[in-house]
């Protein structure tokens, strides 16, 4: 993630989501994959995570800036949800992370 800060007041920071490509490994590793994480709202002010894939050892939300906002923890089932009506409007992150692998989302809260 690119963080571009300045004094545009409608897009400040201004993010940017980047990806890249990395060299082949040289040895093979067997491992479940992760499948999926899947991030939507639900009506009454809820966001709703979606996982499939190895078991979750840690679940978090950060803000934009890097702060822990929210610790889910240990995830004990593929489904968990988010309350956000006393969260303010931004961009946001979910890391999830497995025994060796994390995923990081990132999301926007609009009230």
Not at 57 to 64: G, P, S
Not at 87 to 95: D, E, H, L
Not at 99 to 109: C, D, G, L, R
């Given at each position: 993630?690119?963080?571009?800060?300045?004094?545009?007041?409608?897009?400040?920071?201004?993010?940017?989501?980047?990806?890249?490509?990395?060299?082949?490994?040289?040895?093979?590793?067997?491992e479940?994959?992760?499948?999926?994480?899947?991030?939507?709202?639900?009506?009454?002010?809820?966001?709703?995570?979606?996982?499939?894939?190895?078991?979750?050892?840690?679940?978090?939300?950060r803000?934009?800036?890097?702060?822990?906002?929210?610790?889910?923890?240990?995830?004990?089932?593929?489904?968990?949800?988010w309350?956000?009506?006393?969260?303010?409007?931004?961009?946001?992150?979910?890391?999830?992370?497995?025994?060796?692998?994390?995923?990081?989302?990132?999301?926007?809260i609009?009230?």
């Amino acid at each position: 993630m690119l963080i571009i800060e300045s004094n545009d007041p409608r897009n400040n920071p201004y993010s940017i989501v980047l990806s890249g490509r990395g060299a082949g490994a040289t040895g093979v590793a067997i491992e479940q994959e992760l499948k999926a994480l899947q991030v939507r709202v639900i009506p009454d002010d809820r966001v709703e995570f979606r996982w499939e894939g190895v078991p979750i050892v840690n679940a978090e939300i950060r803000d934009i800036r890097g702060r822990l906002v929210h610790r889910f923890g240990a995830v004990p089932s593929a489904i968990w949800q988010w309350d956000i009506r006393d969260v303010p409007s931004g961009t946001y992150f979910v890391r999830v992370e497995t025994a060796t692998k994390s995923v990081v989302i990132p999301f926007q809260i609009v009230h």
